[in-house]
């Protein structure tokens, strides 16, 4: 720790680019039809005077950070670009003297989400804006010293003393966390959203896209070769039981194993409804194999529900079922250690929620899996990230904590790169073209036999390797949410 590098943030620039959908999103309460992604680029300055540039994005989706219902989606996205560019203030006012990048992620979280509870904002949406700069600043390490980022995770390049988050973690080095080498390949977990045709037969005539790409969940399975899934629930029972009579139905008819994750949206405010949908399902001969390639549970209790202490008999009786994972109230350095307590096994990673939290977080998994003899894990779970850098930074994080399948939908919901620029396009063709293939005038992810290849997310940095278009894209400070229509 003594020895990694110094840095200071010394400026940073934001950008805007509005994506519009393939098809619609439905996600809980949501529907996602159009939506930003934010940029940003962060000029880094290491001791001894040597710059960086580093870079981080996310889209802003609604409904996701924060689900009150008196908020609109405009105030979700003003919320959102309130705490990135206070994160941004935060950490150049703390870099009057050069941190290592977990010390300066440390005051600068501390600081904003103390600022962010003044303004009512719930931890997730404050965290997201310190997440944005951790990354970038990671990013513009790992290309100066030439490292990609498994390897400053296992030389501690970022400073990184766990011990100090969770006293379980002292003495453990981030190499503990880790896998002993990044992954070459990840599963796909394809998303089944609640307004995705299940069948080819359903989609209506006037619906059909015939943009090369496959629509329902029939025709991802025979040009995919999937064999993982994620299948969203309403919280309607018998809705949600036909639903999934229709997708077991075809899953089972190819003959072929598969996996998959429940995801409870949130829809819940108490578990003996869950339960019974749960028990519904174990008691239905139809869905005999689907139960039974069930891997885990996601969030069905609301966030501001799913840690209280007096719903722990049911989050225990279903994690006695199937392992029961908290998404959404993952929103404190120790949410996973308080879901622990209460009866979950699992907490999903995701970098809109920060990278060092994640990393802490699968050495607690570790930590109390050798502890109790039960399978504590991380799941990778997917915020409709989008290349370049969204996407490409997820995987590089999800390839170093070793998790081998994850929830991809941005391919799914969005016609592959059709929202880069044409220099954009043409780099992701010459540096990444093991992970993105030709569709017709453009490309997109490439998916075989479920998979794809992260090779070349093994670069300098955070798994960019290029140069993204910010001339492209439109300066936040001229950018209007009436864009998005």
């Known amino acids: 720790m003594d020895s990694a590098p110094r840095l200071a943030l010394r400026q940073t620039r934001f950008f805007m680019r509005n994506v519009r959908t393939r098809m619609p999103f439905k ?21 001894g005077g040597r710059r960086a540039t580093g870079v ?49 992620w440390q005051e600068a979280s501390a600081a904003l989400l103390t600022e962010g509870d003044q303004r009512g904002l719930n931890h997730l949406t404050s965290g ?8 970038a600043l990671i990013d513009g390490l790992g290309k100066t010293l030439g490292q990609s980022y498994h390897t400053l995770l296992s030389n501690n390049a970022l400073g990184l003393d766990l011990g100090q988050l969770h006293p379980e973690l002292r003495g453990v080095a981030p190499a503990q966390c880790i896998a002993p080498q990044p992954l070459h390949t990840l599963h796909i977990r394809h998303t089944v959203g609640l307004a995705d045709p299940i069948r080819s037969a359903d989609i209506p005539a006037a619906e059909r896209l015939g943009d090369g790409l496959p629509q329902s ?27 999934l009579r229709t997708i077991a139905s075809l899953l089972d008819s190819t003959g072929a194993p598969y996996h998959l994750s429940l995801d409870g949206n949130e829809q819940y405010k108490e578990m003996e409804s869950f339960l019974e949908l749960v028990r519904r399902i174990e008691a239905e001969p139809a869905l005999a194999r689907f139960w039974a390639n069930t891997l885990y549970i996601e969030q069905p209790l609301e966030r ?94 999800l390839a170093a904590l070793g998790i081998p399948h994850a929830e991809r939908n941005g391919h799914h919901y969005v016609r592959g790169l059709d929202h880069l620029s044409p220099s954009e396009r043409q780099a992701c063709a010459q540096t990444h073209r093991a992970l993105y293939g030709p569709l017709g005038d453009s490309l997109a992810l490439d998916i075989r036999q479920g998979r794809i290849d992260l090779t070349s997310l093994q670069c300098p940095g955070l798994g960019v390797g290029m140069e993204i278009d910010t001339a492209s894209m439109i300066p936040l400070e001229e950018w209007k949410f009436e864009s998005l229509a």
């Not at 993982?228 to 639903?243: M, P």
């Not at 529900?305 to 009786?317: D, E, M, Q, T, V």
């Not at 970098?351 to 399978?375: D, E």
């Open 56 to 104: 981080a994005a996310d889209i802003l989706p609604p409904k996701w950070f924060d689900k009150d219902p008196a908020k609109s989606y405009e105030d979700n996205v003003d919320d959102l670009l309130w705490a990135a560019r206070r994160a941004a203030e935060l950490y150049t006012d703390l870099s009057r003297q050069p941190h290592t990048v977990f010390a300066l």
């Open 128 to 135: 997201h804006g310190t997440s944005l700069i951790e990354r």
């Open 304 to 397: 501001s529900l799913a840690l209280k202490p007096s719903l722990s008999p049911g989050i225990r009786a279903t994690s006695a079922r199937k392992p029961l994972l908290i998404d959404e109230s993952d929103g404190d350095l120790d949410s996973f250690r308080r879901a622990v307590d209460l009866g979950y096994l699992g907490v999903s990673a995701k970098n809109c929620k920060g990278l060092i939290k994640a990393l802490a977080n699968q050495g607690l998994a570790r930590h109390f899996s050798s502890a109790t003899g039960r399978p504590y894990f991380l799941s990778g779970e997917d915020l409709m990230n989008l290349p370049v850098v969204p996407l490409q930074q997820d995987l590089a994080q």
């Open 217 to 243: 969940l029939e025709e991802y399975l025979q040009v995919q070769q999937l064999s993982y899934f994620k299948i969203k629930v309403n919280g309607v029972l018998e809705a949600d039981l036909e639903r």
């Open 27 to 47: 996600y809980g309460v949501a529907t996602l039809t159009s939506v930003p992604i934010l940029h940003l680029v962060a000029e880094l300055e290491l001791d």
